[in-house]
């Protein structure tokens, strides 16, 4: 049996202004922004509905959940836009130098490729 926090316990709302419940304490058809993520929903614009609250490190811990009924599927990408983003990766991995697509990120300090850069060449 789960230990009950009365001081967290307010599901009208009347104390803290939203419905609130302790840790584990929460009725079913509630989940939180992690949770709706890997049931593959989203909140879908939809206003938190309740609030845990419970002890933690540091003093007291807080989570929002939604409503389950009224989430949204998560969208998925469009094919024009897996395309963007396949591009702007390659973009990243390009070297501006020696045009040649690098295995790693580029890095931005550097500008171009570990083989081209000015800097490293004098460790070689």
Known sequence: MPRIRAAFHDPDGA??????YWWKGAPSGFATRRQLTAAGL???GQPVAAQVLWRGVGGTRTAYPYRVDL????RTATPAQRAAIAKALTARRTCRTCHQVRP???PRSLGECL???PLLKEFR
């Not at 104390?15 to 609130?20: E, L, N, S």
């Not at 989430?71 to 998560?74: D, G, I, R």
Request: hydrophobic share 30%.
């Open 15 to 20: 104390r803290f202004g939203i419905p609130t």
């Open 42 to 44: 989203r909140p879908g």
């Open 71 to 74: 989430a949204a599927p998560k």
């Open 104 to 106: 790693y990120v580029i």
């Open 115 to 117: 083989t081209c850069s």
